[in-house]
């Protein structure tokens, strides 16, 4: 038995629920569909204007649920106490709506500060859409409880405004990247819509496995970390974040980088609560982020990695991009994966690059001393 593809999931809206597929097609992007929406505040009262909303700033976008119904063309959404909302899947039946500057990018609602990964405009989904979240997200919200009612609007990607990668990552990442990242194997063509930094997230059973097994759990969801696509089979724990250059199928894989997690997967992907909100889960005790505090603990030297700046946190998962994909091709559930090439043993990279860190660090305040008393 090798390793091969157990589940494929899209997360068509941003920060809301994803739909599990027995097949994907990959086009310039990633996976068609998949975060090819996303909610913006378009007044500013309650998250930073125009910005990519998450769960990180708002949890309750897990409560709403997503349907790709193709035979009718649509995207059917859902939430609680909510009637069903159904929008166009083609990025065509938008382009005469209002264009929006949506802002990919993390800041602070309260100081301004943060990180930015440039913006990605796309199009407004149109009044219903807009009354429906704007009554939904604001409805019950009780950490902004205290800020205006806002507009919530749902935003259509197009291609023609998607992401470089390489703007900031890779060999020409630009000045204003918050990344350490120019010795990654980013080519010119990898790119995004509002996924968060590359067009796949893989992650696989194994890795939970383990994760479970440290944490003194059985049923930690795979769901909350949010991969599209989830690998099993013969290998080791933590073994895809070794994986150079691999086949899912016919189609070539690269490597990117392991992917530091925040705190939306501690969440439950339907409640939008964590797991551990009453301080136990699976019968086990622990604090609202207790993934994230065990996969600190087992790999410290991994949630140290100083090049993903204010990013750097535990990994799960490995961000991939996608080589020779031609329009319209598909990677399906059971596909095998084969691996061609791996990476040079972590620990060794690692330690290479926080003492290279630490020594141009170390130059740097030589010099600020050397200045300051000339």
Known sequence: ????????????????QGVSVEKAVIDETGFLYDRSWVVVDLDGHRQHKCEAISQRKLPKMATIGVDIDEANDVL??????????????SPKEYLANTRVEVQCSGVSTTDGGGWHLGQCPGYSAGDEAREWFTE???????QSSKRPVTRYCLVRSVAEHARSVSSYAGP??????????????????DRVLYQDFAPFLVVSRESLLDLNRRMGTQTYPIESFRGNIVV???????????WAMYTIGKTNFRFLKECPRCTVPGRNQTTGEYHFQGGEYDGVK?????PQTTLREAFPEKAADMTWGSWAGPFFGSYAACDVAKPGTVIQVGDTVKVLKR?????AAQDFTNALYWLIAIIVAIVGLIIAFW
């Open 232 to 242: 099993s089979g013969a290998m080791e724990p933590w073994d895809e974040e070794e």
């Open 1 to 16: 038995m090798g390793v091969s593809v157990e589940q494929i999931v899209l997360h068509p809206i941003k920060a809301a």
């Open 286 to 290: 622990g604090s609202l982020l207790t």
């Open 76 to 89: 059917v959404i859902s939430a609680p106490n909510m009637p069903q909302l159904k929008v166009p899947l």
């Open 172 to 189: 020409s990442q630009e000045k204003t990247s918050p990344f350490n990242l120019q010795q990654i194997a980013v080519n010119p063509q």
């Open 136 to 142: 939904y997200l604001n409805r019950g919200d009780v």
């Open 343 to 347: 990476r040079p043993s972590r620990s």
